[in-house]
């Protein structure tokens, strides 16, 4: 039996966040349904669409899984998707239940905090949804004013208690090292209100420029509206996030991945999926699959996803097939992010290469850790991962 993951993108927002440079829209609320209706229409007939856009999705997978595919985690991103109804949120996890055999171990939906209202989150719950990815981002109101954020730190006192008692007790909590305002102190402040709210998951994401966001074109051309020269240096950043690992740590979080920390038993088993390279059907408009051999990806564009799927037609605008350089790539870059590292000498055998040396080297300079076959960055070198990881695929 195969297993596999969804991923269901909204991409829709109430509004811009000076960082964000994702393909996310702010739309009247009449536009929800139609997409909503398009999403569970591309689930439902999603073998034809694949099929139709050179996917061999179920060929593929029903070959390696020799009879059905189980979708076990359910991934609700965007975007703000809990801007939508929740009978819409509940349409699209029927229309998976009537595609596929389910048998569901995680489903998470991410969430504003001031989107979060109790008849949401009881809905919510009895759509399925056991997670709540919870875009907490800061404590610091004067730090989520400056981000153009909606929600503050009130907002998410509020919230916690709501979904906790609708019933959903798994709650992932993202926090950004690096915005706009944010001190060695605020960070504090931040970590230490997080861990007192104690969320089962935690996701710390370092604070990236973009030029597609206005932030980003701001650290560009000059400006003040959007408080690029109060943002952190790459130093402090590199701090913030030695703070985080060592405040989380001793509040009992485990690291598994560069960015993210669980309570034990509560890693995210859909983002793992990704890591590890396992197979995942995304829906919605820009939504990434993968099947082992081939990776595709919808059109961003959310009025373009309605039409094509609703005459029938696929939305997927590019289809790839993964090269075997490209999988090696992936392996190295994917599984050096997690904490627990890679099977070396599988990886050799695998792809007929020998990383030896490259290793030896490596791990003389202090970069990586070798622990019997396992290879693992090196505990204090997690902040430049990135140069680490360029350096082995060299
Ligand atoms: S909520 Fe997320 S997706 Fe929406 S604008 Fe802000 S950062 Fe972008």
Not at 8 to 16: A, L, N
Not at 67 to 73: G, L, M, P, S, Y
Not at 107 to 122: F, G, R
Not at 132 to 157: M, N, P, W
Request: hydrophobic letters at 40%; proline letters at 3%; charged letters at 25%.
């Amino acid at each position: 039996m195969g297993k596999a993951g969804v991923y269901i993108q909204v991409p829709f927002c109430q509004t811009k966040c000076t960082y964000c440079n994702f393909h996310t829209n702010i739309v009247s609320v009449g536009r929800f349904a139609p997409y909503a209706e398009a999403v569970c229409r591309e689930i439902c007939e999603h073998a034809a669409l694949l099929r139709a856009a050179g996917v061999e999705w179920s060929e593929a997978q029903e070959r390696a899984a020799s009879e059905i595919v189980v979708v076990d985690t359910v991934y609700i991103g965007g975007g703000t998707p809990s801007l939508l109804e929740p009978a819409l949120l509940a349409d699209m996890l029927r229309a998976l239940r009537e595609t596929f055999a389910c048998a569901w171990e995680e489903v998470t939906l991410e969430a504003d905090p001031e989107t979060i209202e109790a008849e949401k989150a009881v809905q919510w719950a009895a759509a399925g949804i056991q997670r709540i990815s919870l875009g907490t981002q800061s404590f610091v109101d004067e730090e989520l004013k400056a981000a153009g954020r909606l929600h503050r730190r009130e907002d998410i006192y509020r919230a916690v208690p709501i979904l906790r008692d609708a019933g959903i007790c798994n709650i992932s909590f993202d926090l950004i090292a690096g915005l706009p305002k944010q001190t060695r102190e605020s960070w504090g402040t931040s970590l230490d209100e997080l861990v007192a709210l104690s969320p089962e998951h935690v996701s710390v994401y370092m604070m990236e420029i973009d030029e597609g966001s206005r932030l980003g074109l701001e650290v560009l051309q000059g400006g003040t509206r959007y408080s690029a020269r109060d943002l952190p240096s790459e130093d402090e950043m590199a701090e913030f996030y030695e703070t985080a690992q060592a405040i989380l740590k001793a509040a009992g979080y485990e690291q598994y991945e560069i960015s993210n920390w669980a309570k034990p038993g509560h890693a995210s088993r859909h983002n793992l999926k990704y890591w590890r390279r396992e197979a995942y059907l995304g829906f919605g408009a820009g939504a990434h699959s993968f099947s082992g051999t081939q990776r595709w990806a919808n059109t961003h564009d959310a009025a373009a996803y309605v039409a094509a799927i609703s005459a029938g037609r696929s939305a997927a605008e590019s289809v790839e097939r993964v090269t075997r350089e490209q999988a090696l790539e992936e392996e190295l870059f994917l599984g050096l992010r997690q904490l627990g590292g890679i099977d070396l000498p599988r990886i050799q055998r695998e792809y007929s290469v020998n990383l030896e040396e490259k290793v030896g080297r490596l791990a003389s300079a202090g970069m990586i850790e070798r622990e019997g076959e396992l290879v693992r960055l090196a505990a204090g070198k997690l902040s430049i991962s990135n140069e680490v990881i360029v350096e082995l695929l060299r």
